[in-house]
């Protein structure tokens, strides 16, 4: 067995990745850490979809990191999942227990993956607030002033990747990134896919049953607590929604239907970037969603002994 070994389970919303990462996790004796940008905050639970009751098996509680771990209101970035992911890594390696990391934020396993130094450049918001109001031309324009080896990295597939090549390129202009060392991790990466048809009635079904869950009541409490309308939108959709529906903007029906749409097409952008992933050069082994749990599994357990990454017995 690899010493570093990583199981990746990844999906788009609504495709079953926490039951599925739980179920092999028991059979590997493994541990899941969560890449999910929104599970990490605490007090955000239906909203966020955490499902903490999938992770008990039987009589066995599958251990879990990177959930509940911040208080809301705060922010979390990129470069601080990573920072957390390889500590929650290098404990349970040193437990002698499988690593498995499972969500659907595609940008926080990319940066596992692939490493990427360039998380650790920090938004510059009054930069952006200036070259957002520029054209795509101006926006290449300047960023061809910089040093050549501080543009290497510059995507300019939109003005939105535009700004954050500038921002990084000017931040390379004043400081040094310091080089983190990590272990070299050999990963295998599952993927589990949907037709769009069930993949769009498994979230509308999902979302009917966290709404009659109390998903409405938990957004009162956040806001209760002090967590601004603002802010709930920066958490993403569910809040967002919602913040607007307790705030009169729009009705009971028109959120369901609006919430139920938006959901959807996150959906697709998750699954859009999982596909640039593997333009990146990621293998991603997809599985269909729609199978029993225990034909994935098997599935899943067939693919780690023939890739001979873990020691698993068929």
């Not at 079904?205 to 938990?218: A, S």
């Not at 903007?249 to 028109?254: H, K, M, S, T």
Request: charged share 25%; with cysteine.
């Amino acid at each position: 067995m690899n010493q570093n070994p990583l199981v990746i389970i990844l999906g788009a919303t609504a495709s079953g990745k926490t039951k599925l990462a739980v179920q092999i996790a028991k059979e590997l004796n493994g541990e899941i850490i969560s890449s999910d940008s929104r599970q990490v905050f605490k007090s955000m639970d239906i909203g966020t979809g955490k499902d903490l009751a999938e992770y008990q098996v039987g009589n066995t509680r599958i251990p879990y990191h990177l959930i509940n771990i911040l208080e809301p209101g705060e922010r979390y970035n990129v470069d601080a999942f990573k920072n957390d992911f390889y500590s929650s890594y290098q404990s349970i390696i040193e437990n002698k227990k499988i690593p498995i990391l499972c969500g659907g934020t595609g940008m926080y396993i990319h940066s596992i993956l692939q490493n990427q130094l360039y998380t650790a450049v920090p938004v510059n918001i009054v930069l952006r607030t200036k070259l957002e109001v520029l054209s795509r031309y101006d926006l290449i324009q300047k960023l061809s002033d910089y040093p050549v080896q501080n543009i290497k990295h510059a995507d300019r597939s939109s003005n939105k990747r535009l700004i954050r090549a500038i921002e990084i390129a000017e931040y390379l202009n004043h400081h040094e990134i310091p080089s983190i060392e990590r272990p070299e991790i050999e990963p295998i990466v599952f993927g589990l896919k949907n037709e769009v048809e069930r993949t769009r009635s498994n979230i509308l079904i999902r979302l009917e049953q966290r709404l009659q869950n109390g998903m409405v009541e938990e957004v009162k409490n956040l806001l209760a607590m002090g967590v601004s309308k603002e802010m709930l939108v920066f958490y993403g959709l569910e809040y967002k929604f919602i913040a607007s529906y307790l705030s009169g903007d729009i009705n009971y029906e028109d959120l369901k239907v609006k919430l139920g749409n938006a959901i959807c097409q996150f959906a697709k952008r998750q699954n859009t970037f999982f596909r640039k992933m593997e333009k990146d050069g990621v293998k991603i082994n997809w599985l269909d969603a729609s199978l029993p749990i225990d034909t994935l599994k098997r599935q899943v357990l067939e693919l780690l002994a023939e890739n001979r990454i873990l020691n698993v017995k068929i």
